[in-house]
């Protein structure tokens, strides 16, 4: 199976702040990762497909790179709106594998 | 508008059978694969498994701590997706939910709970 590493699993940041998380993958999975923003007791949301393309009505100040098996998630002026979790998954093959989640918290 | 709705959730003992839902509308069911994720109270997510289209096969893929127990099947005429899972174990208590293709779409899930 494919192992997913996010780090970090916190952060405390304020209002206007560029934040990066970053998702590594134990074996290549070529660009088909997601990134997911899930907000206390709701359904995660999708951000960000095929590593770096945004999904439909997701703020521009979201935006995803990738660098062979590590992958970047880069909030670049944080908002009240954005103190969520966050998540990988790969799609690459299966079983779909996610990592652990990073909490971004109001510093 | 794309809707996803799960249901089928409760309280059951260990070793019981329970069947989940996914009732999908505003796009064409039979086209996509769906899948369902699980979340422990206070825990990261889960994937549990897929089902492909049938223009993908229709076949399912699922993971190793459900393979043998769960069973997802679908139901295009009426746009429905369903998890059978049988033999639950505690450690299944979950919020279960069901999403189109590999998340672009979720439900907001529902709760099995499994205690003696």
């Known amino acids: 199976d494919i192992q997913m590493t996010q780090s970090p699993s916190s952060l405390s940041a304020s209002v206007g702040d560029r934040v990066t998380i970053t998702c590594r993958a134990s074996?290549?999975?070529?660009?088909?990762l997601v990134w997911f923003q899930q907000k206390p007791g709701k359904a995660p949301k999708s951000l960000i497909y095929?590593?770096?393309t945004l999904q439909s009505g997701v703020p521009s100040r979201f935006s995803g790179s990738a660098s062979g098996t590590d992958f970047t998630l880069t909030i670049s002026s944080l908002q009240p709106e954005d103190f969520a979790t966050y998540y990988c998954?790969?799609?690459?093959?299966?079983?779909?594998?996610f990592g652990q989640g990073t909490k971004v918290e109001i510093k | 508008e794309v809707q996803v709705v799960e249901s089928g959730g409760g309280l059951v003992q260990p070793g019981q059978s329970l069947r989940l839902s996914c009732t999908a509308s505003?796009?064409?069911?039979?086209?996509?694969?769906m899948s369902w994720v699980r979340q422990a109270p206070g825990k990261g997510l889960e994937w549990v498994g897929l089902?492909?289209?049938?223009?993908?096969?229709?076949?399912?893929e699922y993971a190793a701590s459900v393979k043998d127990r769960f069973t997802i099947s679908r139901d295009d005429s009426k746009s429905i997706a369903y998890l059978q899972m049988n033999s639950l174990k505690i450690d299944d208590t979950a919020l279960y939910y069901c999403?189109?293709?590999?998340?672009?779409?979720w439900g907001q899930g529902t709760l099995v709970t499994v205690s003696s």
């Open positions: 999403s189109r293709r590999d998340g672009d779409y």
């Open positions: 998954q790969q799609y690459n093959s299966y079983p779909r594998t």
């Open positions: 089902i492909r289209s049938k223009g993908s096969g229709g076949t399912p």
């Open positions: 074996q290549g999975i070529r660009n088909y």
């Open positions: 095929a590593a770096s």
């Open positions: 505003g796009f064409s069911f039979g086209d996509y694969a």
